[in-house]
Every structure is written in structure tokens, then in C-alpha cells.
């Protein structure tokens, strides 16, 4: 158990934030004496407001508390998943299955008299399988994440993901080294939001734009992607792993277009940028604790559904590359390049899936990447991790339907 308090100053363009473990109301005046004394000399000051208890809706449903089940019955969900992973191939080496709960109350209040609370209940299992093939060795992942109760963790649902993470790792130390080339690609739903969030999101978080140091600066009212493409960060989208009734400011969270049919609306934001940049507060002022500031993140970012079949973009591919599952990546905010793992892909040919592929990195500028796009499918799906920026981490989900991009670089083996 981790309690404490921060408090933020500000004054004009200057900024004091103080943390510390606490419990007691003559420690945190003292904690907030501190930080405003490194901002006094010069400052304008103001008489608080009185705080007024405010509620904000909820978007988790939480039927069982996690700190209500017995340990037991948690080990027991781990030696299933470790029972059904080795169980699928004799190739199966290692399995490391993990399981963690958290339970956030939160608390804000400010001069303005706002006092708000929230409370986050997230949870996280995750298997991972490494599979050996002569001297190859190969892994495969799946987690179940959410912001949500223990009702989550079904049987099936644990053991669906332990049988996906072997079935990916088997797959891959048999499969052939994936060709480096420039190729059409169909990346399945299944796949998650990888894509978007790492090519995209980050370069729509407000403080960066307000800096210039995004490919996205002051293009608000641009055209940024395929009229096929928009895109939304939904911090009320239910129980998934970025949700929350609040920001870490307490202003309510939101579904924020942020670019609709191609063209950029608007940024994520806090409350310091959304005032300098004269657009509305988003709720994405997100922390990993009451020990940092908060500053502008995702949530749960996704691209659209569309409206075409998922199987018409494969069956429209002649020769090209199926991603059904990413990785993790890197970007260059400034530039929008980027280079993604692929952990699972075949090979497209005639409009069929062929030969599995491993090894494969998808690589690319993510604006151009967003503008070529050419089919969105009608389907959506998630993937779930925790996004790090600025030393702290923030768990997020992202989504995407399937999308075919009509070219685009696929590293691998040198043919």
C-alpha cells in the first residue's frame, strides 16, 4: 500500500510540484507551504475557493473485488494457464504466467473549489511462452487487461490466452524468416492498436504540438489522413484498460475525435494546454501516482470501424503480408517515423493466407502510413499495455479494425 499526497503551484508561466508519503492534514500544509514558496516571490495571489464535493459517472463495473478472492483461487488461475500452454506442443520450453491487481483512490481538489473522487480497479494476466526448434527459439504473448473486477478472469477466458500465446510461439519457431521488401499489407483487428497508438497518438498529446517537437503541429483544420481514417481517444470506453471517470485532474474524461474523415480536430489535453492552445479540455491529464505531475496521455485510442467486409481486403490482396499480431514499437514524434515488431504474420498470396512469417518489422512515417490507407474494415479490435512517457506509465488500451495500407516497408530477411 503506497498513500501520499502532490500538490501543484503555479504562478504565471512558473510551476512547483511537492510529493510525499502522508496521512496527516498538518504534514500536507506543511508539504503545500513548501512548494509555494519556490513560486511566491512575484506571484499574483488569489483566495481559494471552498471545495465542493462533485461526482463524475463511472464507466467500470466491478462485481467482485479483487482484494475479496482468495489467493488460492488466483494460483490456481496461473497453474491453469502454465497446464494449458505446455500441454499444446512439446516444443513449449518456458512458461511464465503473472497475474497483478491495483486499486487506485483518488482524490483532487483545487483553488476552484473542485473536489472530486474516483476510484480505479485494474487488473492484468499475462502469459508468455518461449518455444524451441533446433536452435531457434521463439516467443508468444497474450495478456487479459482491464479496468475492471475480478469477474473478468474466467476460466476460459485464462485459458483461451494461454493457448494463444503458445499456439503464436509454436508458430514462429516453425516458421520461415519473413522477406525484407516493400509489400501490400493487411493488418487484422486482431492485431490491436499498436499502430495507432505509437504512429499517431503520441504525436496528437497536446504539450508536444504546443512545443512544435510533433509532425503534427499547428495543422489543426488539415488534411492528416485517408478520408477513411478517424480517430478517437475514449477514456469512457467501458472496463477497458485506459478508462476512467476522471483524469488526474478531475475534469471527466471524454471521447475526443481527434481526426475525423482525415482531418485533424484536435489534441489531447490538460488543463495548462488546452488553455494555451485555445481548445477544450479532453481529460487526458493522466499520472502513474500521486508522486508525478500530470501531463497530457492517451487513454483507450482507436481508429474507426469502417464499412468494409474484413474478408474482402484479404481476398483483394494478390501478393502481400497479413499482420495478425504486433509487437511493440518506436517513433519519432518529431518525424512520425517508426518501426513496429510484428510477433505473427503470413505471407498473402492469391487472396489467401499462406506460409507463416517471423521476424518481421513493419516500418514507416506514420502520417504517409495514415494518408495511404485505401480499405477500414467494419470489425474493431483491442490490444492493452501501459505506455510510458516522462518516466512514468500509464496503462492504456488501443483498437483498430482491419486495414489494408497499399504499400509499405516490411523489414526482415534480405532476399
Given amino acids: 500500500m503506497d498513500q501520499g499526497a502532490g500538490i501543484r503551484v503555479t504562478s504565471g508561466e512558473r510551476t512547483t510540484y511537492a510529493n510525499g508519503n502522508m496521512a496527516d492534514v498538518d504534514d500536507l500544509i506543511a508539504l503545500a507551504g513548501r512548494a509555494a514558496r519556490s513560486v511566491a516571490d512575484g506571484g499574483e495571489l488569489h483566495e481559494a475557493s471552498e471545495p465542493e464535493p462533485d461526482s463524475v459517472p463511472g464507466h467500470s463495473t466491478v462485481a467482485i473485488d479483487p482484494r475479496s478472492v482468495a489467493v488460492e483461487r488466483k494460483l490456481g488461475l496461473l497453474r491453469r494457464a502454465n497446464e494449458v500452454a505446455r500441454s499444446l506442443d512439446p516444443r513449449v520450453q518456458q512458461v511464465t504466467a503473472s497475474y497483478g491487481e491495483s486499486v487506485q483512490e483518488i482524490l483532487i481538489a483545487n483553488s476552484e473549489g473542485l473536489l472530486r473522487t474516483d476510484t480505479r480497479v485494474r487488473l492484468n494476466l499475462a502469459v508468455h511462452v518461449v518455444a524451441k526448434q533446433g536452435d531457434v527459439l521463439e516467443s508468444g504473448f497474450e495478456a487479459l487487461r482491464g479496468t475492471a473486477g475480478f469477474e473478468m478472469l474466467t476460466d476460459q477466458a485464462v485459458e483461451q490466452a494461454a493457448t494463444d500465446a503458445s499456439r503464436r510461439a509454436v508458430l514462429n519457431v516453425g516458421a520461415e524468416p519473413a522477406p525484407a521488401g516493400t509489400y501490400t499489407v493487411v493488418l487484422s483487428s486482431e492485431a490491436g492498436g499498436t499502430l495507432i497508438h505509437e504512429s499517431v497518438g503520441h504525436g496528437l498529446e497536446a504539450d508536444l504540438n504546443l512545443k512544435g517537437l510533433s509532425v503534427y503541429s ?38 475526443t475525435v481527434l481526426i475525423e474523415n482525415g482531418i485533424l480536430r484536435t489534441y489531447l489535453s490538460d488543463r495548462k494546454h488546452a488553455e494555451k492552445l485555445g481548445i477544450p479540455r479532453s481529460g487526458n491529464g493522466r499520472r502513474e501516482s500521486f508522486r508525478y505531475l500530470p501531463i497530457c496521455r492517451m487513454t483507450n485510442t482507436m481508429i474507426a470501424r469502417g464499412r468494409s467486409d474484413p474478408a474482402e481486403l484479404l481476398r483483394s490482396v494478390k501478393d502481400g503480408v497479413f499482420v495478425k499480431k504486433m509487437g511493440g514499437g518506436q517513433v519519432d514524434v518529431v518525424s512520425g517515423n517508426f518501426a513496429f515488431e510484428i510477433t505473427e504474420c503470413y505471407r498473402i498470396r492469391d487472396g489467401k493466407l499462406a506460409e507463416p512469417l517471423r521476424g518481421a518489422t513493419l516500418v514507416g512515417q506514420g502520417p504517409k502510413l495514415m494518408s495511404e490507407i485505401d480499405m477500414v474494415g467494419s470489425d474493431l479490435g483491442y490490444s492493452t499495455g501501459t505506455c510510458g512517457k516522462d518516466g512514468q506509465g500509464a496503462p492504456v488500451a488501443d483498437a483498430q479494425p482491419t486495414i489494408r495500407i497499399p504499400s509499405v516497408v516490411v523489414g526482415g530477411k534480405l532476399k
Avoid at 499547428?218 to 485517408?226: E, F, N, T, W
Avoid at 475514449?234 to 485532474?249: F, H, I, L, N, Y
Fill in 218 to 255: 499547428g495543422r489543426i483544420g488539415q488534411k492528416v489522413a485517408s478520408e477513411l481514417i478517424t480517430v478517437i481517444d475514449d477514456g469512457t470506453d467501458p472496463d477497458k484498460r485506459g478508462t476512467s471517470a476522471m483524469d488526474d485532474e478531475g475534469t471527466p474524461t471524454n471521447r
